[in-house]
């Protein structure tokens, strides 16, 4: 058994987005799934900080330190991109203009229940930025985090043990081990790493499975991890 | 008498802000920082200031210069870690009880401040709605969801980073500059720009980004 | 497959909307109307439709043929008085009681349908407290001030008078023309832009005045 | 005793605009002031369909239907001038940023409250526009209005008989006949036509009036009314 690493499940990520959507991606491990599209798909990328239609980054002769993602890094503004200022990109997200939000997480839970904002470090500063917004008006809201902590313990629960970012909100789940639709009944998985059993998968889950009938093998081409 | 908003520095330009100040101060991701106005403000070592700035520690602000002095008695921020494991001066002064924090999911932070400057007193969204953040806030059910009630946001000063602004103090913005600047703009008593050019003749109209009206003084920085 | 959100007519861009749709219109004193399409959706002759459009009666908005072919059943606006004595089109049909009327403060109006698109389900406002138009309103004190709370607006569709957008359906304004657009774009679930230019090439970043992500057609007209 | 006609009411409003202030003017009567701003000060016009910075008429052969003012005038925009979006122009006007409007109406009470949108005409339709807007949030409402009806009932009254504009709002009142401010104490006569005796001005007006100690003579340079 194989798991995917962390560019691998943005690959997988990627694959799933639509001609035309309007997308937000997380900052860390989520922002790199925009290397991913499809071939001849367009996607607008949204970041937060109100750039709407983000580019890949700047190469370092091009960086323009005015020209940055909502996680600073120096990009570029895709064709047919802008910028707005951010009461209107907050506007925007808010008013459930976006199609896809992915975001990393500490925990989600089998009701949609997203925790991703606080993990009770002792002593540092709260850090919330645009979590909670795009939590709570996205239309769909994707997370991709590791299936475990480091110490195996699950991080698909039957409740969050860590404050909310927002109740009820998950709609997908892509981990190094499966990607899983959240529904109404809870954890659908779709797709599972090969040479995983589902008994497996489901030890390593803190609620019920259920497995779609189609359910597939979760599969990425060769890419090397990132720093 | 010409309308002419640009002033010679930026120590004119913060002269008069007083003891207990509420100040806004743009800038995002690294971009749109007021920086030098943050650092004339500080060395007028006026305290008891509440800071409204979206991050408390982002390395590319000079907002922590205000806190390091001493000078901040509360921040209003969507974000307030330092990066690391280290604790930045907000944290430590934090952590001792020297200063105040209120946290905000940053859209709400965007739109209280936009309510503030649209004479908007108070609005529902469904941000923090459920979650800690939202603990204590009155709530209430519109179409079958719910919502929590955020009250405007308002400030004595504002400091604003833009790219070019006239004389009547219009400005322009260069990418991601803009970010929380005309919100805030047009939320405080006095606004403040800095720029990288103050011209005399007036931007063009369908260039100018945030109407000078909204921005008492200009300096260039 | 690029974006591409051109299409070849005014009659096809209205061609799905049905029965009984609440359509916003822009247009203000005479700039920005979304002509085309209103006379395109009159020729469709769907009935029962809301509109929301500041003005029910201006001369210069073909929003009356809408209202004499019959199709109208309510309206939503700032201005609903024809000019001169004689009854317009709209005041006939109010004064036979055949048609519901909204009428709101121009500025409850904006910023209804801003909240509309920006997920504020209800705001307060100080306009129209302590006048008829404020009667039955929940009203509620902020530092010492009255306000009344107002509910959003949303659409099914807005039709929105743009000068030049491209494939990606980024807007351009000429002078007054922006006025409703904006806002209307954000708030519908459709919105369909008529524009003197509709172009392949994107327009830059810079010079794009409503982002294209909120708007789903384009016609030349 | 001469009354002002309108254009010199227009006028004498003018007068009072300061250098930098921020003005709406109502349409009808209040948008001719713009043509008396006094010899170098500059004021910014605001028309509430988002034109900040308005300029005087487009002559014929400039004419621009899309550079129009709230009240459909073709227009041209002042030096610093620009145009912004509804939402925004009302933002600005609700959120206090107008130094003064200057509004006609029907009627204004010694309690500042407003009357001018609704003149109860039969059949006709409601017509409010932004005049609740600008009566409720601007910092000054100045109103300009012939002092009397047409058949001389007073338009200064102790309470206002038409459905009100808004509640306790403006500040001064420039009539043909005189200026008057309004305060907490109702209305204080501070110009009165030269030939009108205070005794006559009082039994044209429907509350006590105050004289200022400093009370002058309304006159005006001769202009011709206008259509």
Tied chains: 1, 4.
């Excluded at chain 1, 540092?124 to 991709?144: F, Q, R, S, Y």
């Amino acid at each position: 058994m194989t798991p995917l690493n962390r560019q691998q499940i943005a690959w997988r990520v990627g694959q799933d987005f639509e001609n035309g959507m309007l997308v937000n991606l997380g900052l860390g491990m989520p922002v790199n799934c925009s290397d991913y599209i499809r071939e001849g798909r367009e996607v607008v990328i949204q970041s937060e900080n109100g750039v709407i239609g983000a580019g890949p980054l700047a190469s370092p002769n091009a960086a323009d330190s005015d020209l940055v993602d909502a996680g600073s890094r120096k990009i570029t503004i895709a064709p047919g991109g802008t910028v707005i200022d951010s009461a209107w990109s907050f506007a925007m997200i808010r008013g459930g203009h976006i199609d896809v939000t992915v975001l990393g997480a500490f925990e989600v839970a089998a009701n949609g229940d997203l925790a991703n904002w606080d993990n009770r470090i002792p002593d540092k500063g709260p850090l919330v930025g645009g979590a909670m917004d795009l939590a709570a008006a996205a239309k769909e809201v994707w997370v991709m985090m590791d299936h475990t902590t480091r110490k195996g313990a699950p991080r698909l629960l039957g409740a969050c043990t860590l404050p909310l970012t927002a109740p009820s909100c998950v709609t997908r789940i892509y981990t190094d081990l499966a990607v899983i639709w959240r529904d109404a009944e809870g954890f659908l998985v779709k797709e599972i790493v090969a040479g995983l059993s589902r008994e497996d998968l489901q030890s390593r889950t803190g609620a019920p499975l259920r497995f779609a009938p189609d359910c597939g093998v979760l599969a990425a081409p060769d890419i090397a991890e990132k720093d | 008498m010409a309308i002419d908003k640009r002033v010679g520095s930026a120590a004119e330009a913060v002269a008069d802000i007083g003891e207990g100040a509420v100040v806004m101060i743009s800038g995002f991701g690294g971009a749109g920082f007021a920086n030098s106005l943050v650092l004339a403000l500080r060395d007028r070592k006026v305290g008891g200031l509440t800071l409204v700035v979206n991050s408390a520690t982002h390395p590319l602000s000079q907002t922590h210069t205000l806190i390091e002095a001493g000078l901040v008695r509360k921040v209003i921020c969507s974000a307030a870690r330092g990066r690391g494991a280290d604790l930045s001066p907000f944290e430590l002064l934090y952590k001792a009880g020297k200063i105040e924090l209120t946290v905000l999911p940053q859209g709400t932070f965007a739109d209280s401040i936009r309510a503030g400057g649209a004479g908007i007193p108070a609005y529902y969204t469904p941000a923090a709605y459920g979650t800690g953040l939202g603990e204590g806030k009155e709530t209430r059910r519109f179409n079958g969801r719910d919502y929590v009630l955020e009250e405007a946001i308002t400030a004595d000063v504002a400091f604003v980073r833009g790219d070019i602004a006239d004389r009547f103090g219009n400005l322009t913005f260069r990418h991601a500059q803009k970010n929380f600047g005309p919100a805030m703009a047009t939320a405080a008593k006095l606004t403040i720009a800095e720029v990288r050019v103050a011209q005399s003749e007036p931007i063009a109209p369908d260039r100018i980004e945030l109407p000078g009206v909204f921005v008492n003084r200009v300096v260039t920085a």
